[in-house]
């Protein structure tokens, strides 16, 4: 059974820095490393947006709003996603999601006060 298990969220101040992980087990690195995957974010009252998107090859693609502070990365020995987000923002707050193929984690609350 395929598992994806966000870690690394938390509370922490605008200019600040977090390091999301994505750990996904219930499968072996051979088929996580030929898919993309994603973070996702969802704030109170608004919609899923992607934030970042990585590619097996490792093409990453980034929000506007993000470009510049957030890094997405992978280790695909490991089937292990990261989320670099740097200068984090108040707008940044939601909770953070990580997607492979058609599975999600439960996510990891990013809270970033002023």
């Known amino acids: 059974q395929v598992r994806l298990v966000e870690s690394g969220g938390g509370l922490v101040q605008a200019g600040g820095s977090l390091r999301l992980s994505c750990a996904v087990s219930g499968t072996i690195s051979s088929i996580f490393s030929v898919n993309a995957m994603g973070w996702y974010r969802q704030a109170p009252g608004k919609q899923r947006e992607l934030v970042a998107a990585?590619?097996?090859?490792?093409?990453?693609d980034y929000a506007d709003s993000v470009k510049g502070r957030f890094t997405i990365s992978r280790v695909n020995v490991m089937n292990t996603l990261y989320l670099q987000m740097n200068t984090l923002q108040p707008e940044d707050t939601a909770l953070y999601y990580c997607?492979?193929?058609?599975?999600w984690g439960q996510g990891t609350q990013v809270t970033v006060s002023s």
């Open positions: 990585i590619t097996s090859t490792g093409t990453t």
């Open positions: 997607m492979w193929r058609t599975y």
